[in-house]
Antibody, heavy 119, light 110 residues
Framework: QVQLVQSGAEVKKPGSSVKVSCKAS????????ISWVRQAPGQGLEWMGR????????NYAQKFQGRVTITADKSTSTAYMELSSLRSEDTAVYYC????????????WGQGTLVTVSS | QSALTQPASVSGSPGQSITISCTGT?????????VSWYQQHPGKAPKLMIY???NRPSGVSNRFSGSKSGNTASLTISGLQAEDEADYYC??????????FGTGTKVTVL
């Protein structure tokens, strides 16, 4: 059984950056693809991007290209999502979710991290 | 990549069946058998209910079923129960090697 534990809530100023972590346990970290999905208050789910740790390759939704960076540290089984140039519209709960190698669905999710962007 | 289109809300009485549609394009839903469905209760993380169009993960009730025709996928909940009241999202793999979610459907049990 895989568990994903995310870092705690953050409050950020507009124009700053935030980095959220997602630590995996109970599985083979390198064999997964780890995605980040966000949900603004009262809104739907939005896929931001993914990384495959064993390859070190990330790809991103066009909307976030140039503003999001997803990385992974295989030694600690931790994935990171950094979002820059924050604006109020980035206020959301950010989830990490994993997909096993070669599959395109998310069977394990983190608990979510609330990021609030406010001056 | 635009979000997949779902009805904003669907309702039904206990015991009834309801169906939620998820419409995309030939670059996502229609092009791959990689549609999945997620249930989300308020304040909780999404839960996988269906994967690869019609497969149920272990532990998910067989009251949940999925199908696809052309660019539209569907989730059917039969024998509707109070605990099925939640938001439901479809998701699909895309031709850009990305994922896209649907707009979400609120299911209300009357």
């Amino acid at each position: 059984q895989v568990q994903l534990v995310q870092s705690g809530a953050e409050v950020k100023k507009p124009g700053s950056s935030v980095k959220v972590s997602c630590k995996a346990s109970g599985g083979t970290f390198s064999s997964y693809a780890i995605s980040w999905v966000r949900q603004a208050p009262g809104q739907g789910l939005e896929w931001m991007g993914r990384i495959i740790p064993i390859l070190g390759i990330a790809n991103y939704a066009q909307k976030f290209q140039g503003r999001v960076t997803i990385t992974a540290d295989k030694s600690t089984s931790t994935a990171y999502m950094e979002l820059s140039s924050l604006r109020s519209e980035d206020t959301a709960v950010y989830y990490c979710a994993i997909a096993a190698a070669g599959v395109h669905y998310f069977d394990y999710w983190g608990q979510g991290t609330l990021v609030t962007v406010s001056s | 990549q635009s979000a997949l289109t779902q009805p904003a809300s669907v309702s039904g009485s206990p015991g009834q069946s309801i169906t939620i549609s998820c419409t995309g394009t030939s670059s996502d839903v229609g092009g791959y058998n990689y549609v999945s469905w997620y249930q989300q209760h308020p304040g909780k993380a999404p839960k996988l209910m269906i994967y690869d169009v019609s497969n149920r993960p272990s532990g998910v009730s067989n009251r949940f079923s999925g199908s696809k025709s052309g660019n539209t996928a569907s989730l059917t909940i039969s024998g509707l129960q109070a605990e099925d009241e939640a938001d439901y999202y479809c998701s699909s793999y895309t031709s850009s090697s990305t994922q896209v979610f649907g707009t979400g459907t609120k299911v209300t049990v009357l």
